[in-house]
């Protein structure tokens, strides 16, 4: 149903783009090929990706935006979780609970974002599913409680979140947002105000937030949904000819049970006069650990599917790049976990091949040992990405 559906929106928006002037439709084409090696395997996947935008401004002061995402799978689409689980971990799982563990990625179809924005000089409200992206950070955003970046990929793009949004420009350096992500009832809806403010080369924000939180015990596959209340902030800005930024947010929990936590990110960069561009980040998750062989089924299977977002407590991310030509641009990342000694590098390859075409090779070499954070149980590997615009 869902599929007849985004089908039907995208040959609206086709239909509508061809016969209004005051529509823009673009987006692009994006067929990537991806390779793992794992325990001596080597595997395939690959998949074709449509993305089609629509914006039309026809009616003053009103902005409607929507995108429809097409997604084909090729090569191994059907993983299970325990392949990228440590061996000693991964002995330990019932049988019973392994088929629970399996996942595919299937061919889909689904509307990203669909929204309208009403902007008047100084106050915005924008009402559907949108683009919801907070913090300073590169590699990860504390302050950020409605996605999780990839860290080998951060900068791809996230998807939308229904909500509705309030923008207040006070004036040109203070800005006040709320936002009201709805569910079943008041309790598990999210609610977010957030203010920021300009002062001389720096801008800060402080925010707080009301957002059920998801817990999950593996063991058991039992699921326990909490309330937590977060307080955080962010900035940004430039000290001494260097970048500056950091962000941090603190969770208390509404129940007994659980333990608040903290994360917190700072990081700086560079650019020197040849080009070459440098930064360097400091994570710290709260709920991590700070000793790999406390590491469970729980705090692995918690990391991959986004309840957290590490399983060390310490992290360092190192991102460097050097533009060879107007088309090349070569560089590379290091994400190290602090706690454990393991590592993941992260070689990248960048050429724009037309105007309209751009190629990136990536690869991922885990250098840790078994068991870590970033251990060799997470199979070395890499893709090719073409996305040709129009």
């Given amino acids: ?29 994006e067929p990537q090929y991806n390779g793992i090696c794992q325990d001596g395997t080597y595997y395939q996947f690959h998949y074709n990706k449509l993305r089609t935008d629509l914006k039309s401004r026809a009616v003053k002061n009103i902005e409607f935006g929507a995108d429809v995402i097409y997604l084909l799978y090729h090569g191994k689409s059907e ?35 669909v929204y309208a924005r009403l902007t008047l000089s100084r106050f915005a409200l924008t009402a559907g599913k949108q683009q919801v992206s907070l913090g300073t950070g590169y590699f990860a ?25 309030i923008d207040f420009m006070l004036n040109h350096r203070l800005q006040m947002m709320a936002l ?42 039992h699921v326990r949904q909490r309330q937590r209340r977060v307080l955080g902030g962010d900035f940004v800005g430039e000290f001494l000819g260097l970048g500056v930024w950091g962000e941090g947010a603190y969770s208390f929990l509404k129940d007994e049970e659980g333990e608040d936590f903290y994360e917190f990110l700072v990081g700086g960069d560079y650019t020197f006069e040849s ?39 310490d992290q360092l991310y190192g991102f460097v790049q050097y533009p060879v030509s107007d088309l090349l641009v070569v560089g590379g990342s290091v994400l190290a ?28 070499l885990y250098v840790g ?14 893709f090719i990405r073409c996305r040709v615009y129009f």
Wanted: charged share 25%; proline share 4%; glycine share 8%.
């Fill in 79 to 113: 993983w299970n979780l325990l392949d990228f689980l440590p061996g000693h971990i991964r002995s330990s799982v019932p049988p019973e609970t392994h088929r629970v563990l399996e996942f595919a990625y299937r061919d889909t179809l689904f509307l990203d974002n």
């Fill in 337 to 364: 976990s602090v706690s454990d000694r393991s590592a993941v590098l992260v070689p990248t390859v960048e050429y724009s091949l037309f105007e309209n075409v751009d190629l990136v090779f990536m690869l991922n």
């Fill in 180 to 221: 009201y992500s709805p569910e079943s009832n008041w309790e598990k809806s999210g609610k977010l105000m957030r203010i920021k403010a300009g002062f001389g080369r720096f801008d800060f924000s402080v925010m707080g937030s009301e957002i059920e939180y998801m817990v999950t015990d593996f063991p058991t596959m």
């Fill in 275 to 313: 080009g070459l561009y440098t930064m360097l980040e400091h994570h710290r998750n709260s709920q991590g650990e700070s000793d790999y062989r406390e590491y469970d089924l729980n705090d692995w299977m918690r990391f991959f599917i986004g309840e957290t977002r590490t399983i060390s407590r």
């Fill in 141 to 165: 955003n504390p302050t950020d409680l409605f996605n999780v970046k990839d860290a080998i990929d951060p900068t791809y793009e996230q998807p939308g979140h229904n909500a509705l949004r």
């Fill in 369 to 382: 040992d078994d068991g870590k954070a970033y251990g060799s149980q997470m199979g070395n590997g890499g």
């Fill in 1 to 29: 149903m869902m599929k007849i559906v985004a089908g039907c929106a995208l040959g609206l928006l086709l239909c509508t783009s061809a016969g209004t002037r005051d529509v823009e439709l673009f987006g692009y084409f």
